[in-house]
């Protein structure tokens, strides 16, 4: 098996960006549901936990910038 040029830094901070990136879409899609059926409790929540997530992507997201510019990101 060939060994691959992506350390697993790399790999797991991509794959958590794309999860957390992925979460952020299904998050919309469950808040426009909650407003739909006009629950306040459930939009709430979830609102919450998409800010939450969205601090994570972006922090995500400046770590690998940061590392990628110092030539780290390998």
Do not use: P
């Not at 991509?14 to 409790?41: C, E, F, G, H, P």
């Amino acid at each position: 098996m060939a060994k691959s040029n992506f350390s697993n830094n790399c790999y797991n901070l991509v794959t958590q960006l794309s999860q957390k990136l992925k979460a952020i879409w299904v998050y919309d899609k469950m808040i426009q549901d909650a407003r739909a059926s006009m629950n306040k409790d459930v939009e709430k929540v979830l609102i919450k936990i998409r800010e939450d997530d969205m601090k994570h992507a972006e922090m995500l997201h400046n770590l690998i910038v940061k590392l990628a510019k110092r030539g780290k990101f390998k």
